[in-house]
C-alpha cells in the first residue's frame, strides 16, 4: 500500500539515478494569470518524462532472482521508454507492448533503449490485455504502469522535490491517465502540507477519472484521438481511483484545441517542448477549468516526447486556435492582374501570405474565373475579423477554409 514512507524510500533509492528536474517560475504566465506560476519540467527529465522514476523504483527493488526471466509492460510510450531503461542498466531484458498508433519517437525510443516491443490493439488497455497474457506464458515480471505502489511511490519523489524548493505552495495540477502520478504527489504533498490543492486534468478525449469520481466509482470510457495520447486510458486503476477519491480536490478536462494552443505558447513563450499530456495542466490553467488556483501554483509538465509530425499538426492546430492562421477560398475574375490586386489588399490589411495557390482550370468554375487558396499568418481573431470585413468590402467572394 502506497504511504509516505515508500515515497521517502523511494527518493533515496532514485538519488543520483534520476534528473531532480528544473522547477522554473513562468514570468509571462505569472503575469497573464496573475498569480505566481511555476513549471516542474519532467519535460526535461532522463527518457523524456516522469515515468523513469517509477520503473527504476520498481526495478531496484526486486530481488535479483525474480528478473531472471526479465520484465514486461504496456505502455502508450513514456512507461515503456522509462522501463526499458531502466532493465538496461540492470542488463535485464524487457518487452513492452505498446498500441499500433504509438508515434514514431515513442516506438524508437523504447527500442533504442533496449527492449523489445511488440505493437498491438488499437490503444493502451488493448496492449495491456496483450501484456498479460503473454506475461503468464513466460513468467516474465510484469510491471504494471500505475497500480503498483512502487510505481506510485517513485512518481510521488516528484513532490517531495516540489515541497523542497516551494515550502508554502498553494496548488499543483497534475495529469491523469490511469492515476499512479497524481497519486504519489499527492500523498507525498498532503503528507507534510495538507492544505495544497491537488488537481488532476485529463483531457476530454479520455475522461476515465473525472466521470468515476462524479459517478464514485470506477468507470470505463470510450476513447476518442487525442493529442495527449500519454494518458489516454479507458479505465483508470483501482488502487489510483481509492488515492485520488481520498486526497485529490479536483479533476478537471480539456479539450484538443486547448492542448494544442498550450503546446505552442510554451514553445514561444518558455521555451519548453513538450507532448500533449504535459500540457494539459497549463492548459487547464489558461483556459479556468479549475476554481482553485491561489498562490504559488506549479503546473508539471510531464513529458517532452513528441514526434516531429506530431508537432507539426500541433504547431498548426495551436495557431489556428490562437487566431494566428487563417486560411481562405477567394474567387477571381481570370483576368491579368487580379491575383496582384487581391495580394494588395492583403497588405492593406497587414496579413502575411504563408502560402498561395491559384487554380484556373478547376471544372467546377464557370468560365472567366479562377480560384485562389491563400493561407495567412494573422495575429489573432479580431485581426481575422478585420481581414474578412475588408475583403469583402472589396466585392471579394471569400469561403473561410477549416
Same mark, same amino acid.
Given at each position: 500500500?502506497? #504511504?509516505?514512507?515508500?515515497?521517502?524510500? /523511494?527518493?533515496?533509492?532514485?538519488?543520483?539515478?534520476?534528473? %531532480?528536474?528544473?522547477?522554473?517560475?513562468? @514570468?509571462?504566465?505569472?503575469?497573464?494569470?496573475?498569480?505566481?506560476?511555476?513549471?516542474?519540467?519532467?519535460?526535461?527529465?532522463?527518457?523524456?518524462?516522469?515515468?523513469? %522514476?517509477?520503473?527504476?523504483?520498481?526495478?531496484?527493488?526486486?530481488?535479483?532472482?525474480?528478473?531472471?526471466?526479465?520484465?514486461?509492460?504496456?505502455?502508450?510510450?513514456?512507461?515503456?521508454?522509462?522501463?526499458?531503461?531502466?532493465?538496461?542498466?540492470?542488463?535485464?531484458?524487457?518487452?513492452?507492448?505498446?498500441?499500433?498508433?504509438?508515434?514514431?519517437?515513442?516506438?524508437?525510443?523504447? %527500442? #533504442?533503449?533496449?527492449?523489445?516491443?511488440?505493437?498491438?490493439?488499437?490503444?493502451? #488497455?488493448?496492449?495491456?490485455?496483450?501484456?498479460?497474457?503473454?506475461?503468464?506464458?513466460?513468467?516474465?515480471?510484469?510491471? @504494471?504502469?500505475?497500480?503498483?505502489?512502487?510505481?506510485?511511490?517513485?512518481?510521488?519523489?516528484?513532490?517531495?522535490?516540489?515541497?523542497?524548493?516551494?515550502?508554502?505552495?498553494?496548488?499543483?495540477?497534475?495529469?491523469?491517465?490511469?492515476?499512479?502520478?497524481?497519486?504519489?504527489?499527492?500523498?507525498?504533498?498532503?503528507?507534510? +502540507?495538507?492544505?495544497?490543492?491537488?488537481?488532476?486534468?485529463?483531457?476530454?478525449?479520455?475522461?476515465?477519472?473525472?466521470?468515476?469520481?462524479?459517478?464514485?466509482?470506477?468507470?470505463?470510457?470510450?476513447?476518442?484521438?487525442?493529442?495527449?495520447?500519454?494518458?489516454?486510458?479507458?479505465?483508470?486503476?483501482?488502487?489510483?481511483?481509492?488515492?485520488? &477519491?481520498?486526497?485529490?480536490?479536483?479533476?478537471?478536462?480539456?479539450?484538443?484545441?486547448?492542448?494544442?494552443?498550450?503546446?505552442?505558447?510554451?514553445?514561444?513563450?518558455?521555451?519548453?517542448?513538450?507532448?500533449? /499530456?504535459?500540457?494539459?495542466?497549463? /492548459?487547464?490553467?489558461? @483556459?479556468?477549468?479549475?476554481?482553485?488556483?491561489?498562490?504559488?501554483?506549479?503546473?508539471?509538465?510531464?513529458?517532452?516526447?513528441?514526434?516531429?509530425?506530431?508537432?507539426?499538426?500541433?504547431?498548426?492546430?495551436?495557431?489556428?486556435?490562437?487566431?494566428?492562421? +487563417?486560411?481562405?477560398?477567394?474567387?477571381?475574375? #481570370?483576368?491579368?492582374?487580379?491575383?496582384?490586386?487581391?495580394?494588395?489588399?492583403?497588405?492593406?490589411?497587414?496579413?502575411?501570405?504563408?502560402?498561395?495557390?491559384?487554380?484556373?482550370?478547376?471544372?467546377?468554375?464557370?468560365?472567366?474565373?479562377?480560384?485562389?487558396?491563400?493561407?495567412?499568418?494573422? &495575429?489573432?481573431?479580431?485581426?481575422?475579423?478585420?481581414?474578412?470585413? @475588408?475583403?469583402?468590402?472589396?466585392?471579394?467572394?471569400?469561403?473561410?477554409?477549416?
Amino acid at each position: 500500500m502506497l #504511504d509516505y514512507q515508500l515515497i521517502r524510500e /523511494a527518493a533515496a533509492r532514485l538519488e543520483n539515478k534520476v534528473r %531532480r528536474t528544473e522547477l522554473i517560475p513562468s @514570468h509571462s504566465f505569472s503575469e497573464r494569470l496573475g498569480l505566481p506560476v511555476f513549471f516542474k519540467c519532467e519535460n526535461l527529465q532522463r527518457t523524456g518524462s516522469f515515468k523513469i %522514476r517509477g520503473a527504476l523504483n520498481f526495478i531496484l527493488s526486486q530481488p535479483r532472482e525474480s528478473l531472471i526471466n526479465g520484465v514486461i509492460t504496456a505502455s502508450a510510450g513514456n512507461h515503456g521508454q522509462g522501463v526499458a531503461f531502466a532493465a538496461s542498466l540492470l542488463k535485464v531484458p524487457s518487452l513492452v507492448f505498446m498500441p499500433e498508433n504509438t508515434p514514431l519517437q515513442k516506438l524508437h525510443a523504447v %527500442r #533504442d533503449y533496449g527492449a523489445q516491443v511488440v505493437l498491438t490493439g488499437r490503444n493502451f #488497455d488493448e496492449a495491456y490485455a496483450a501484456a498479460l497474457v503473454r506475461q503468464e506464458e513466460t513468467d516474465s515480471l510484469f510491471i @504494471h504502469p500505475f497500480e503498483d505502489p512502487l510505481i506510485m511511490a517513485g512518481q510521488g519523489t516528484i513532490g517531495l522535490e516540489i515541497l523542497a524548493e516551494i515550502p508554502d505552495l498553494s496548488t499543483i495540477i497534475v495529469p491523469i491517465g490511469g492515476g499512479g502520478l497524481i497519486s504519489g504527489i499527492a500523498t507525498a504533498t498532503k503528507e507534510t +502540507l495538507p492544505k495544497v490543492k491537488v488537481i488532476g486534468v485529463e483531457t476530454a478525449a479520455a475522461p476515465a477519472m473525472h466521470f468515476s469520481l462524479k459517478k464514485g466509482v470506477l468507470l470505463e470510457t470510450p476513447l476518442e484521438f487525442t493529442l495527449a495520447d500519454g494518458i489516454a486510458v479507458k479505465r483508470p486503476g483501482e488502487n489510483t481511483f481509492r488515492i485520488i &477519491r481520498t486526497l485529490v480536490d479536483e479533476v478537471v478536462l480539456v479539450e484538443e484545441e486547448e492542448i494544442a494552443q498550450t503546446i505552442v505558447l510554451l514553445l514561444e513563450r518558455s521555451k519548453l517542448l513538450v507532448e500533449g /499530456a504535459g500540457a494539459v495542466t497549463l /492548459a487547464a490553467l489558461l @483556459h479556468g477549468k479549475t476554481t482553485f488556483p491561489q498562490g504559488k501554483t506549479v503546473c508539471l509538465l510531464s513529458g517532452g516526447n513528441i514526434d516531429v509530425r506530431t508537432l507539426s499538426m500541433v504547431v498548426e492546430r495551436g495557431l489556428v486556435a490562437g487566431g494566428r492562421y +487563417l486560411k481562405l477560398k477567394v474567387a477571381l475574375e #481570370d483576368i491579368p492582374g487580379s491575383l496582384a490586386k487581391l495580394s494588395a489588399e492583403i497588405a492593406v490589411v497587414n496579413a502575411n501570405i504563408f502560402y498561395i495557390a491559384h487554380d484556373r482550370r478547376c471544372i467546377s468554375l464557370p468560365l472567366g474565373e479562377s480560384e485562389v487558396i491563400l493561407e495567412l499568418e494573422t &495575429r489573432g481573431f479580431e485581426h481575422i475579423r478585420t481581414i474578412l470585413k @475588408h475583403l469583402e468590402t472589396k466585392g471579394y467572394e471569400v469561403t473561410v477554409m477549416k
